[in-house]
T-cell receptor
């Protein structure tokens, strides 16, 4: 079955510390992978996406993610978090064969300690 | 600001009532989608419209209908609301799947 797993419901990090949010997927076709962020009261915003090529992709707001096919993972990283990064982060997977249907993870809520 | 606009933001219905959630985008996107998100679960696709004039079922279409009124607007209708439809509903649009989605800010629906 196709699925996306974000194992951490909540993560708390100190401001200035590094961050890694995990995403694992199970998908039959060649995956397109996405990370989105949702700040309180806001709609989802696309952080970055991977379709092919370089497995390390850069996104907005200083985020990056690495696609590891052997581990079926697409983890999101940031070297130093800011208080404004507190939000909920969603991983999603789709493909050209998926007829526009993305499969979504349940989300990880990021809490920043001052 | 360009984006996806959903109305209303909050709604409480009694079981059996009907309502329509409205969605409009001003980015000239071809594709539009309705999702629901429930606690502890990834958001699930209800219906989508790959282009103006077409609609298709997603993962959880039962109890819902949609209308792609024009390129800008895609509405979701609950004909007879049930408590199981209590959820947060998100509308989204995209040029194609390659470019990711732009989401609205959501509608929190409670059916009592």
């Amino acid at each position: 079955a196709q699925s996306v797993t974000q194992p951490d419901i909540h993560i708390t990090v100190s401001e200035g510390a590094s961050l890694e949010l995990r995403c694992n997927y199970s998908y039959g076709a060649t995956p397109y992978l996405f990370w989105y962020v949702q700040s309180p009261g806001q709609g989802l915003q696309l952080l970055l996406k991977y379709f092919s090529g370089d497995t390390l992709v850069q996104g907005i707001k200083g985020f990056e993610a690495e696609f590891k096919r052997s581990q079926s993972s697409f983890n999101l990283r940031k070297p130093s978090v800011h208080w404004s990064d507190a939000a909920e982060y969603f991983c999603a997977v789709g493909s050209m064969d998926s007829n526009y249907q993305l499969i979504w993870g349940a989300g990880t809520k990021l809490i920043i300690k001052p | 600001n360009a984006g996806v606009t959903q109305t209303p933001k909050f709604q409480v219905l009694k079981t059996g009532q009907s309502m329509t959630l409205q969605c409009a985008q001003d980015m000239n996107h071809n594709s539009m989608y309705w999702y629901r998100q429930d606690p502890g679960m990834g958001r699930r696709l209800i219906y989508y419209s790959a282009s103006e004039g077409t609609t298709d079922k997603g993962e959880v279409p039962n109890g819902y209908n949609v209308s792609r009124l024009n390129k800008r607007e895609f509405s979701l209708r609950l004909e007879s609301a049930a408590p199981s439809q209590t959820s947060v509903y998100f509308c989204a649009s995209s040029a194609t799947v390659n470019y990711g989605y732009t989401f609205g800010s959501g509608t929190r629906l409670t059916v009592v």
